[in-house]
C-alpha cells in the first residue's frame, strides 16, 4: 500500500493496513525525514519515502490529500494502477474551484484529470478517522461497519472491496465516479451514520443504513 499524503485519515489508514499484514508506504508534501517517527510507530512493515517513490511502490495506492493539491500528485507511477481517493473538496481549505462549485465535476472526475490513467476509487471520505480506528470488526462479526465506494472499473472497486475488507470493513456499491457525490461532505452518509465527533468510539451502521442514506442524497 502506498500513501500520497499522511493525515488523519492516512495514518488510520496506514495503521489497518498494518495490523492486517499489508506492507505499507508512507510519503507527505514535507519529505519522508518527516515521517521516521510515524513509521517507526507503525513497526517494521512500514517505510518513508518520496510520493513518487510511494505511487510506485504500491499495488494499491491511497490519495489522501487536500484537493488544492491534487496537481501535485505523481502521475506516472499511478498509471494502470488501482488508487483510492479519500478526499472531500471545502472550499475555505482548497480555494473555489468552478467545476466543483457547479457540481459540473466530483471531486473524484477533478482528480481523474490528473492522473488519466489510474483506477480509480472514492472510499473513506465519508467517516471520521477516529471512528474509521475504532469501528473495525473482523469479516463475520454482527456489528461489522459498511463504507460506500464508488468507481468506473470493476476489477479496481473489487481490490478496494478486498482490501476494506482486510481491515475490517464491508463495503457498499455507491456506483461510478459520477455518482461519488452522493458520499461526499453534507451528504446524509457522511459522518453521521456512523456518530457524532464527540464520540469517539463511534457507533456501527449496517448495510440497509448505508443505502438509504445514499439514497436520500440531494445535489
Known amino acids: 500500500m502506498g500513501f500520497i499524503g499522511s ?21 507527505n508534501s514535507r519529505g519522508p525525514e518527516t515521517l521516521v517517527d510515524m513509521a517507526e510507530d507503525l513497526g517494521p512493515r512500514a517505510s518513508a ?16 490529500v487536500p484537493v488544492s493539491a491534487f496537481p501535485d500528485v505523481p502521475t506516472p507511477p499511478l498509471a494502470g494502477k488501482t488508487v483510492i481517493d479519500t478526499c472531500n ?34 472510499a473513506f471520505n465519508n467517516i471520521f478517522f477516529k471512528h474509521l480506528l475504532s469501528l473495525a470488526r473482523p469479516a463475520g462479526a ?9 468507481g468506473d472499473s ?13 481491515i475490517g ?11 461519488s457525490w452522493r458520499q461526499a461532505t453534507g451528504t446524509p452518509v457522511w ?8 464520540n469517539e468510539k463511534g457507533q456501527p451502521v449496517g448495510e440497509d443504513a448505508i443505502r ?4 436520500t442524497a440531494t445535489r
Open 49 to 64: 519515502a518520496t510520493s513518487e517513490e510511494a505511487a510506485a511502490a504500491g499495488d494499491i495506492v491511497v490519495v489522501t
Open 89 to 122: 473538496y471545502g472550499p475555505e481549505r482548497d480555494g473555489h474551484i468552478p467545476e466543483l462549485d457547479s457540481k459540473s465535476l466530483t471531486s473524484s472526475e477533478l482528480l481523474l484529470r490528473y492522473v488519466p490513467d489510474a483506477l480509480l476509487v472514492k
Open 212 to 215: 438509504a442514506a445514499l439514497a
Open 7 to 27: 493525515g488523519s485519515i492516512g495514518r488510520t489508514l496506514a495503521r489497518l493496513a498494518v495490523g492486517a499484514g499489508h506492507q505499507v508506504v508512507l510519503s
Open 142 to 150: 454482527a456489528d461489522r461497519s459498511y463504507l460506500p465506494i464508488a
Open 191 to 198: 459522518g453521521t451514520p456512523y456518530g457524532a465527533y464527540s
Open 169 to 179: 470493513y464491508s463495503v457498499v456499491d455507491a456506483g461510478t465516479l459520477a455518482d
Open 154 to 166: 470493476a476489477p479496481a472497486k473489487a481490490a478496494v472491496t478486498e482490501f476494506i475488507d482486510s
